[in-house]
Nanobody, 124 residues
Framework: QVRLVESGGGLVQAGASLRLSCAAS????????MGWFRQAPGKEREFVAA????????YYDNSMAGRVTISRDNAKNTLYLQMNDLKSEDTAVYYC?????????????????WGQGTQVTVSP
């Protein structure tokens, strides 16, 4: 079992940066792939980034590629998402998620652990 708690969201102006954190509890965090997803009002949840259990492999959606960096610190049981040059279209609730696998495999079905989300609002 993995419990996930996101933090670091907020209201920022376009062009600003934010770093989201996801604190995980549960001994399986270190062996699981982790991901970040987001859901904007009226839209479906979408993939942002993912990272393998040891950080060797990272994956990004094209919508934010080049502006985000996913990382993890297994010693601290924490997942991060550094977001730069934020745009108004990045406004969404951001969720971290834990996979049942040790590496990202595409899609969302293998992400079974979800946090409650943190709101990111980017003003124009």
């Amino acid at each position: 079992q993995v419990r996930l708690v996101e933090s670091g969201g907020g209201l920022v102006q376009a062009g600003a940066s934010l770093r989201l954190s996801c604190a995980a509890s549960g001994r399986t965090f270190k062996t699981n792939a982790m991901g970040w997803f987001r859901q904007a009002p009226g839209k479906e949840r979408e993939f942002v980034a993912a990272i393998s259990w040891n950080g060797d492999n990272v994956y990004y959606d094209n919508s934010m590629a080049g502006r985000v960096t996913i990382s993890r610190d297994n010693a601290k049981n924490t997942l991060y998402l550094q977001m730069n040059d934020l745009k108004s279209e990045d406004t969404a609730v951001y969720y971290c998620a834990g996979s049942i696998y040790n590496d990202h495999r595409g899609g969302t079905n293998h992400y079974v652990y979800w946090g409650q989300g943190t709101q990111v609002t980017v003003s124009p």
